[in-house]
Nanobody, 117 residues
Framework: QVQLVESGGGLVQAGGSLRLSCTAS????????MGWYRQAPGKQREMVAV???????DYSDSVKDRFTISRGNDKNTVYLQMNSLKPEDTGVYYC???????????WGQGTLVTVSS
């Protein structure tokens, strides 16, 4: 069993920065990839950034050149550095992990990011 806990959300002005953290615990050896998704009111969750066990990264077009996903030295923590934030970045950000041999991802509880204009 893998558990994910996010932190770092808050209220920032447009153009500001925020750093989200996600820590995995439990059977972390089974994690193939981790990532961040976000959900705005009335919308489905959308992919923001992912990072594989081999440190390959991918980003949605809307956050490229503004956000950076990275993993800690112990590989159990993933970060999302968000710069040049825009009001449209507002939403609940969820950490996710894909486990080897399983079809469904594991999800954290979410952390709210609000960007004011």
């Amino acid at each position: 069993q893998v558990q994910l806990v996010e932190s770092g959300g808050g209220l920032v002005q447009a153009g500001g920065s925020l750093r989200l953290s996600c820590t995995a615990s439990g059977s972390v050896f089974s994690i193939n990839a981790m990532g961040w998704y976000r959900q705005a009111p009335g919308k489905q969750r959308e992919m923001v950034a992912v990072i594989t066990s081999g440190s390959y990264t991918d980003y949605s077009d809307s956050v490229k050149d503004r956000f950076t996903i990275s993993r800690g030295n112990d590989k159990n923590t993933v970060y999302l550095q968000m710069n040049s934030l825009k009001p449209e970045d507002t939403g609940v950000y969820y950490c996710t992990a894909h486990l080897r041999g399983e079809s469904n991802n594991i999800w954290g509880q979410g952390t709210l990011v609000t960007v004011s204009s």
